[in-house]
């Protein structure tokens, strides 16, 4: 998904994420159109290694629906997992569920018509199906949401410019035995100066 700003217009991209779509005065959301883009949480083979392979790349695809104040309501329109390797892994929810009282994942910006990558750390929890995009692929069972990230003391630092904390479990349906699962664990958020590109 993801977008690119010309203007005060949004045209779509895709490989960029966040990084200027939520990065650079958009539309506001008051405005006929919606701000729309992609966040990515990136799943490390060492959680608190950021050079550590990439296991799992989570992407979720959102959309603004509604505002109150300088918290936006995001639809989350489709999710994304990847399961990076030779090739990658790769399946799709296009409707996923939120498990709030509207839909909608509510998030506190500084400024609502430029929200940043690092206001997205808290995600919602989310279950649900996704489809195989390869042939001959299993579907996956998901299961993940956003934990309060605990900073190590000084003088360690987070191990990501941007750190978040989730909890997930990947299953294949018909298994027993995640392929992928951890608890309260960092992962990395990137920033908005970096394309989103393979890993």
């Known amino acids: 998904m993801g977008a690119r700003v010309t203007g005060r217009s949004i045209v779509g991209t895709t490989g960029w994420g966040l990084i200027v779509a939520f990065g650079l005065g958009l539309v506001p959301v008051s405005s006929a159109d919606p701000i729309t883009g992609d966040i990515e949480y990136l799943i490390h083979e060492t959680p608190t290694d950021p050079n550590s392979p990439v296991d799992f790349r989570i992407k979720l695809s959102l959309e603004s629906s509604d505002q109150d104040g300088n918290e936006i309501g995001w639809d989350i329109t489709s999710i994304e997992i990847r399961e990076v390797g030779d090739p990658d892994a ?96 960092p992962v990395e958020i990137p920033p908005e100066d970096e394309p989103k590109g393979p890993i």
């Open 90 to 185: 790769v399946w799709v929810d296009d409707d996923p569920i939120v498990p709030t009282e509207d839909g909608l994942w509510w998030v506190v910006h500084n400024n609502p018509n430029d929200p940043q990558n690092a206001e997205f750390t808290m995600p919602p929890r989310l279950q649900g199906t996704a489809g195989a995009q390869q042939l001959a692929g299993d579907d996956l069972d998901y299961d993940f949401e956003g934990e309060t990230y605990t900073a190590p003391e000084a003088p360690e630092e987070p191990p990501y410019q941007i750190t978040a904390a989730l909890d997930y479990t990947f299953t294949l349906v018909g298994s027993n035995d995640p392929i992928g699962s951890n608890e309260d664990e």
